[in-house]
């Protein structure tokens, strides 16, 4: 009965290769987002666009700990500052340049994103995400008063990215083309570490500890390591953004951008494809482009934070992905094969 | 044959003391139910063994290797496998994925004891939920729930299961179904250890019974012979129950 030969084996649909309405999607996105630049959207909307991206990556990486194993972190913001801020030293310290820096921002966001991530293993829900925002606050204080280390409030300079393979980065179009690639590698990268044993291993803590400890799993140290493996994305994140302003200060590293980034990832949907890129765009970009008075843009986010909360659990795509599910049904009257027409709406 | 000895195990809360010094020796090779009134410590019993608490005194050897006071999830991957006595599950997830992820840690351990299964399907099928796989655990019946606990704890590979009254909520049919499910479980050289309430259903599904008082253990001993104890029918069976 148990053993290899006794029942033919079918192959568990977790690990099919992801649906074709899904991969043509998926497609559209990558060439939209890539085909931008050529729409002339003006400097001040690409520059927007580039600060969305960078965004997207953070909360790519967030999606990991609090879209999987179901755990609110509100550090991200400090967590990209480790990045930003290593990003900033070695290049003044060691003449670094970006790319050599790189490796160290995401290390160092790691690290320091597994010490944020410890109190999870004593303390859960609210309590965490509070521990971890004063966590935040903490590193802008440590910032302001690092002395010249930190460059104290007004914070560090940084020199341009320069040309790689005879191609200008610094151009902001080019800037742009570079951030969309580390947000789709960040994307995939979230996808696979969803659709693998580890990521089924995470929802397992998310869906019942007790039960998961009981069956052999080591909840606290993949707690622990959810949190270090999303660091590295907040720290890809913190140095392309540094390199992206050339200036960077405490004050984008504190607890009220985190408060940004889990109200991002909350309306885009922290278990979805495009979930935290929606997010990202729907609450960096469209009230900058639009010209939204900030006041009452906050108001409008607060709403919307609530009605999404409230009506569409799991975040606008994966609403969109159920409404385009019911669509079909209502048109052909018949039920989409599961996981055929998903748009996209889920990873697990 | 693996050997779980317990050895004047204590456990208290505060002032109460839910174990005064229980000793038990379950063998895999048997089934073996834990009978007791409400309060006589049966579940504190499983979750000291299983790591969720702390023991006082005491020793807990699992195949010589001494189990006291480690995290529960190293006492899981020994192959001490369990379920609990609320149905649990995980709720969100596929009843695919709920044994996929059992079967994906028990299969990882070198010294997993308990038989292996090669898919998830093979283990739903064994379990009696081979046409549920896709369904979303947390809207199927309470039955299926139960059907479910045992599937995750099996995933797992243990050689010794213990069960917390997985019978509880089941109608009679039902019932009678788990315990098939925990001979054919057996069958497979998998230790079953069950507490229940249901003295009908231990009679018929246990060779041997232990039987706790206000943790303490007043019997241990072949089924029949301890159901017609004196001091069983006291405490237990002729109780105010």
Not at chain 1, 220 to 226: D, I, L, P, R, S
Not at chain 2, 23 to 48: A, C, H, M, R, Y
Not at chain 2, 224 to 241: R, S
Request: hydrophobic share 50%.
């Amino acid at each position: 009965m148990a053993d290899a030969s006794a029942v033919a084996v079918r192959r568990p649909r977790n690990s099919a290769w992801p649906s074709p309405a899904s991969l043509i999607l998926t497609a559209v996105v990558v060439a939209g987002v890539f085909a931008f630049p050529w729409l002339n959207p003006g400097y001040r909307a690409l520059s927007f666009a580039v600060t969305t991206g960078v965004t997207a990556i953070v909360l790519y990486g967030m999606a990991i700990p609090f879209g999987q194993a179901g755990i609110m972190s509100l550090g991200y913001a400090g967590l990209m500052g480790f990045g930003a801020y290593t990003a900033a030293i070695l290049s003044r310290d060691f003449g670094m340049n970006m790319w050599e820096a790189m490796p160290f921002s995401a290390l160092v966001a790691a690290l320091a994103a597994g010490l944020f991530g410890l109190p999870s293993l004593r303390i859960s829900g609210h309590h965490f995400a509070i521990t971890t925002y004063v966590m935040c606050e903490l590193l802008r204080i440590a910032l302001i008063n690092g002395g010249k280390f930190t460059g104290a409030a007004t914070g560090l300079d940084l020199p341009p990215i320069g040309t790689v393979l005879g191609v200008k980065l610094d151009k902001l179009s080019n800037t742009y083309l570079l951030v969309a690639a580390f947000m789709f590698i960040s994307m995939l990268a979230a996808y696979c570490v969803a659709r693998s044993r580890y990521g089924r291993t995470l929802r397992s803590i998310r869906e019942n500890e007790q039960l998961a400890r009981s069956i052999g799993v080591n909840t606290n140290m993949h707690k622990v390591g959810a949190f270090t493996l999303s660091g590295l994305f907040a720290g890809v994140g913190g140095a392309l953004q540094a390199y992206n302003f050339r200036h960077i200060s405490p004050d984008l590293y504190g607890g009220a951008i985190s408060l940004y980034f889990a109200l991002m990832v909350m309306l885009g949907g922290p278990r979805t494809i495009f979930g935290p890129l929606a997010g990202a765009i729907i609450v960096t970009f469209l009230p900058e482009v639009m010209r939204v008075d900030p006041v009452d843009s906050r108001i409008a986010y607060g709403l919307a934070l609530i009605a999404v909360v409230m009506l569409l659990p799991g975040g606008v795509i994966a609403a969109a992905g159920r409404g385009y599910q019911w669509a079909v049904r209502a048109l052909l009257g018949t039920r989409p094969k599961a996981g055929s027409a998903d748009a996209g709406a889920s990873w697990t | 044959m693996a050997t779980l000895e317990i050895r004047g195990l204590r456990k208290t809360f505060g002032g109460v003391v839910a174990l005064a010094g229980v000793d038990v020796t379950i063998q895999s090779g048997e089934i073996l139910g834990i009978i007791g009134p409400n309060g006589s410590g049966k579940t504190t019993l499983f979750n000291t063994v299983c790591g969720v608490y702390k023991p006082n005194g005491g020793t807990i050897r699992w195949n010589g290797v001494d189990i006291a006071g480690k995290p529960s999830y190293a006492i899981g991957c020994l192959g001490l496998g369990r379920t609990f006595q609320q149905a649990m599950s995980f709720p969100a997830l596929t009843v695919r994925e709920n044994v996929q992820i059992a079967i994906e840690h028990g299969s990882r351990r070198a010294h997993g004891l308990g038989p292996r299964w090669s898919s998830p399907e093979e283990l739903l099928e064994f379990v009696g939920l081979g046409g549920f796989a896709d369904e979303v655990a947390s809207v199927m019946p309470f039955g299926n729930l139960r059907r479910l606990g045992v599937a995750v704890a099996l995933g797992g590979r243990p050689a010794q299961l213990l069960l917390d009254e997985p019978a509880a909520g089941l109608n009679e049919g039902e019932s009678v179904q788990l315990i098939h499910l925990l001979r054919r479980a057996h069958e497979l050289g998998v230790g079953i250890c069950i507490i229940d309430h249901h003295v009908g259903l231990m009679a018929e599904l246990c060779a041997r019974l232990a039987v706790l008082h206000f943790g303490n253990k007043i019997a241990d001993g072949p089924t029949e012979a301890v159901l017609n104890d004196p001091k069983v029918i006291e405490v237990y069976l002729g109780g105010d129950e």
